[in-house]
Antibody, heavy 110, light 107 residues
Framework: VQLVESGGGLVQPGKSLKLSCSAS????????MHWIRQAPGKGLDWVAY???????VYADAVKGRFTISRDNAKNTLYLQLNSLKSEDTAIYYCARFPYWGQGVMVTVSS | DIQMTQSPPVLSASVGDRVTLSCKAS??????LDWYQQKHGEAPKLLIY???NLQTGIPSRFSGSGSGTDYTLTISSLQPEDVATYYCYQYNSGPLTFGSGTKLEIK
């Protein structure tokens, strides 16, 4: 199992960003997937989940601003981040528990 | 939402010590709890699943126990490579929630 995140970077407050997670080594379409984040020096914070049938669940802190989606043909998981705030600054990990990617940094700052 | 409280926040112990980390849930989580180890600059790694099941490849010095609201991760003989932050995580109900972590140091 390999999970590789991309799409992070520096973005201004209120702007948008789209993260991708490329999956390999397993049948992507058969598994639910998660996004988890970790602010600098802080603990782990679950963000969102998408089931194999594309049902979604979100943490209250991101509900209405973030959208999780998947493209099974491309073996890719996405996280659309809108209306970004400084408190969204974190490393974002995709995971198919117990497997995690190495994470991608998102910095929200003017 | 279920709150997960880990204690202590920081634990300093000597090589060879038996070490116990605690995780307390705000309500019964029916043993639906995993333990993760995160070393500096790395992604978390699963140690224990469903309270007391050792993940493949994890040394047998790690063990988990608990029920209801109270759970424990034990390292029977602390090794230098065990320096890390340890997180419990519940998936019983509601939003998935992690504890705030216990940072384990070597004296």
């Amino acid at each position: 199992v390999q999970l590789v995140e991309s799409g992070g970077g520096l973005v201004q407050p209120g702007k948008s960003l789209k993260l991708s997670c490329s999956a390999s080594g397993f049948t992507f379409s058969s598994y639910g997937m998660h996004w988890i984040r970790q602010a600098p020096g802080k603990g782990l914070d679950w963000v969102a989940y998408i089931s194999s049938s594309s049902g979604t669940v979100y943490a209250d802190a991101v509900k209405g601003r973030f959208t999780i989606s998947r493209d099974n043909a491309k073996n890719t998981l996405y996280l659309q981040l809108n209306s970004l705030k400084s408190e969204d600054t974190a490393i974002y990990y995709c995971a198919r528990f117990p497997y995690w990617g190495q994470g991608v940094m998102v910095t929200v700052s003017s | 939402d279920i709150q997960m409280t880990q204690s202590p926040p920081v634990l300093s112990a000597s090589v060879g010590d038996r070490v116990t980390l605690s995780c307390k849930a705000s309500q019964n989580i029916n043993k639906n709890l995993d333990w993760y180890q995160q070393k500096h600059g790395e992604a978390p790694k699963l140690l224990i699943y469903y309270t007391n099941n050792l993940q493949t490849g994890i040394p047998s010095r790690f063990s988990g126990s608990g029920s209801g609201t109270d759970y424990t991760l034990t390292i029977s003989s602390l090794q230098p490579e065990d320096v890390a932050t340890y997180y419990c995580y519940q998936y019983n109900s509601g939003p998935l929630t992690f504890g705030s972590g216990t940072k384990l140091e070597i004296k």
